[in-house]
T-cell receptor
């Protein structure tokens, strides 16, 4: 199984940058996902990393280091609507589609 | 295109009653997942299906929980009898495998069923 750790909460100012770290332990890594979840809503897919390096999608970027069991999600030019929980999830080899989620990081964006 | 459809969106019931949650996955998806989310335990995988066959039900809490997928477009999660500790948001999600390396396999979640057991 996996052990996934991410901070509980982070606060940042509108227009700033926030980096959410995620560390994991797994017996056979096969991909890392980031999801965004607004209060009372379903999680929605943000990004996917399976190889080391940085993936950029507009204001959001995600980085992966498989050797370190580490990923981060970078949110740039923060907007009020970015206030949400951000979930890190890991997939293991041999279990396509089955994701183990971290507890989530609540990001609060202040004016 | 319609996303994952869940019903009911909200259910309030009394302890001991049977609860049935329903899910229609995205057409063409061959994986279906049932997750439960609470403040204390976060998002937990209960069971998942591949091509209508249960693959891993190790997350099902106990015998009071059961899930079925009679066809590719419908699944149910049943709790009988329900208990107050079952109160949570239950999410259904679907995904598809496709050719290796061609798709990421991200999950598409339904809006969830918020269950309150009194």
């Amino acid at each position: 199984g996996q052990n996934i750790d991410q901070p509980t909460e982070m606060t940042a100012t509108e227009g700033a940058i926030v980096q959410i770290n995620c560390t994991y332990q797994t017996s056979g890594f096969n991909g890392l996902f980031w999801y965004q979840q607004h209060a009372g809503e379903a999680p929605t897919f943000l990004s996917y990393n399976v190889l080391d390096g940085l993936e950029e999608k507009g204001r959001f970027s995600s980085f992966l280091s498989r050797s370190k069991g580490y990923s981060y999600l970078l949110l740039k030019e923060l907007q009020m609507k970015d206030s949400a929980s951000y979930l890190c999830a890991v997939r293991e080899m041999g279990s396509w589609g089955k994701l183990q989620f971290g507890a989530g990081t609540q990001v609060v964006v202040t004016p | 295109d319609a996303g994952v459809i869940q019903s009911p969106r909200h259910e309030v019931t009394e302890m001991g009653q049977e609860v049935t949650l329903r899910c229609k996955p995205i057409s063409g998806h061959d994986y279906l997942f049932w997750y439960r989310q609470t403040m204390m335990r976060g998002l937990e995988l209960l069971i998942y299906f591949n091509n209508n066959v249960p693959i891993d039900d190790s997350g099902m809490p106990e015998d009071r929980f059961s899930a079925k997928m009679p066809n590719a477009s419908f699944s149910t999660l049943k709790i009988q009898p329900s208990e107050p500790r079952d109160s949570a948001v239950y999410f259904c999600a679907s995904s598809y495998e496709g050719l290796a390396g061609a798709v990421t396999g991200e999950l598409f979640f339904g809006e969830g069923s918020r269950l309150t057991v009194l």
